[in-house]
């Protein structure tokens, strides 16, 4: 009833996730071999299926001894947590759903992780398919903002959700002479890494989300059919890029990088919108852009609301701890260590 399925089974992976309806580019085995590069964790399919439901879960199975707050402290392949991988995720569920046929899920769920010494998990659930609403029998739900998602079923309705002022600015980024194009390639991929690392620098990025040249070559090779780098143009040189995700019906803003030299251009309204039309043209009906840093309504969600002024789409994590005993022996190793950190909306605790 419940099956664990690795990297090692992709084809069986991607088979079950492509019997879901409702499936999205985030739950297929390949969106996931790049964060395992990136040292995220094991990827897991989680698969259950009874008389009345089937649900899948994507998770990074992460070793607690090898976080920086447990070297030399617990021994690596000991304890472990689940988190979902980088993006969103979250239980897909079908079938006759009733609070009964949820429970007897988590139990079975909850039992596996205890047998094999996973304390926690932190899910980030899909602000387009909704399905935190699905999970509140299985995880804490906790909502922590808006998101942005333009709507691209049709031209029309992408300029009418837009707001005044980002039009205008597209136009400016047409007039200065700015063009927008899309493909696949390694020498795409070789142009985009400076202009993505040169905006994570100006941001003041952790080192996390800089990413090796292995990382990028699986988004090329593992995700060959659902991705595309779209890159402004300007007197011959690219200014900006971004790697777009593409589901079933839904595109994703997966990776941005700009020079900021040419800010002034607009490139990023022209960006975003010339890659909506290409959405519109292709049969899509979403792209989504995310939220604020945080999921705070700042001013990147500020810039992303330009384009679609009336989304309504959230963004909710879930939290589950399995074995209380030891979340809290963890979170006491933690507490001894760095008594000045207190930040209990933090999840695992154990590892601010």
């Given at each position: 009833?419940?099956?664990?399925?690795?990297?090692?089974?992709?084809?069986?992976?991607?088979?079950?996730?492509?019997?879901?309806?409702?499936?999205?580019?985030?739950?297929?085995?390949?969106?996931?071999?790049?964060?395992?590069?990136?040292?995220?964790?094991?990827?897991?399919?989680?698969?259950?299926?009874?008389?009345?439901?089937?649900?899948?879960?994507?998770?990074?199975?992460?070793?607690?001894?090898?976080?920086?707050?447990?070297?030399?402290?617990?021994?690596?392949?000991?304890?472990?947590?689940?988190?979902?991988?980088?993006g969103?995720?979250?239980?897909?569920?079908?079938g006759?759903?009733?609070?009964?046929?949820?429970?007897?899920?988590?139990?079975?769920?909850?039992?596996?992780?205890?047998?094999?010494?996973?304390?926690?998990?932190?899910?980030?659930?899909?602000?387009?398919?909704?399905?935190?609403?699905?999970?509140?029998?299985?995880?804490?739900?906790?909502?922590?903002?808006?998101?942005?998602?333009?709507?691209?079923?049709s031209?029309?309705?992408?300029?009418?959700?837009?707001?005044?002022?980002?039009?205008?600015?597209?136009?400016?980024?047409?007039?200065?002479?700015?063009?927008?194009?899309?493909?696949?390639?390694?020498?795409?991929?070789d142009?985009?890494?400076?202009?993505?690392?040169?905006?994570?620098?100006?941001?003041?990025?952790?080192?996390y989300?800089?990413?090796?040249?292995?990382?990028?070559?699986?988004?090329?090779?593992?995700?060959?059919?659902?991705?595309?780098?779209?890159?402004?143009?300007?007197?011959?040189?690219?200014?900006?890029?971004?790697?777009?995700?593409?589901?079933?019906?839904?595109?994703?803003?997966?990776?941005?990088?700009?020079?900021?030299?040419?800010?002034?251009?607009?490139?990023?309204?022209?960006?975003?919108?010339?890659?909506?039309?290409?959405g519109?043209?292709?049969?899509?009906?979403?792209?989504?852009?995310?939220g604020?840093?945080?999921?705070?309504?700042?001013?990147?969600f500020?810039?992303?609301?330009?384009?679609?002024?009336?989304?309504?789409?959230?963004?909710?994590?879930?939290?589950?701890?399995?074995?209380?005993?030891?979340?809290?022996?963890?979170?006491?190793?933690?507490?001894?260590?760095?008594?000045?950190?207190?930040?209990?909306?933090?999840?695992?605790?154990?590892?601010?």
């Amino acid at each position: 009833m419940l099956t664990i399925i690795t990297l090692e089974e992709a084809e069986k992976w991607d088979s079950i996730v492509k019997s879901f309806e409702n499936f999205d580019v985030y739950y297929l085995s390949g969106y996931t071999k790049a964060f395992e590069i990136h040292g995220d964790g094991q990827p897991m399919l989680i698969y259950y299926e009874d008389e009345d439901i089937r649900a899948i879960n994507v998770v990074m199975k992460r070793d607690i001894g090898m976080d920086k707050n447990f070297k030399e402290k617990i021994a690596p392949q000991t304890y472990f947590d689940l988190s979902t991988p980088y993006g969103y995720g979250g239980l897909l569920i079908e079938g006759r759903v009733k609070q009964r046929s949820l429970a007897r899920f988590d139990e079975m769920y909850s039992r596996y992780c205890l047998e094999n010494n996973v304390i926690s998990e932190i899910v980030r659930f899909h602000p387009i398919l909704g399905n935190a609403q699905r999970s509140t029998e299985v995880y804490e739900v906790v909502e922590l903002g808006k998101t942005i998602t333009i709507n691209v079923t049709s031209k029309d309705q992408l300029l009418s959700d837009m707001g005044s002022e980002n039009r205008r600015c597209i136009r400016k980024a047409i007039k200065e002479g700015v063009e927008v194009y899309w493909g696949r390639s390694p020498q795409l991929i070789d142009s985009f890494i400076p202009l993505y690392n040169a905006t994570m620098h100006h941001a003041a990025a952790a080192e996390y989300y800089y990413f090796g040249s292995e990382f990028y070559n699986s988004i090329l090779h593992d995700l060959k059919n659902n991705s595309l780098l779209f890159y402004a143009v300007f007197e011959n040189k690219v200014i900006a890029s971004t790697i777009i995700l593409l589901g079933t019906d839904q595109m994703h803003g997966h990776l941005f990088g700009s020079d900021k030299e040419y800010q002034k251009l607009k490139i990023l309204n022209l960006l975003v919108y010339e890659t909506s039309r290409w959405g519109c043209e292709n049969g899509y009906k979403t792209f989504h852009l995310g939220g604020g840093l945080g999921a705070k309504e700042d001013g990147i969600f500020k810039c992303k609301k330009q384009f679609n002024k009336n989304s309504d789409t959230i963004f909710s994590i879930g939290k589950k701890i399995f074995n209380p005993e030891k979340y809290d022996e963890l979170r006491t190793i933690r507490d001894n260590d760095n008594p000045e950190i207190n930040d209990s909306d933090f999840f695992p605790e154990y590892r601010k």
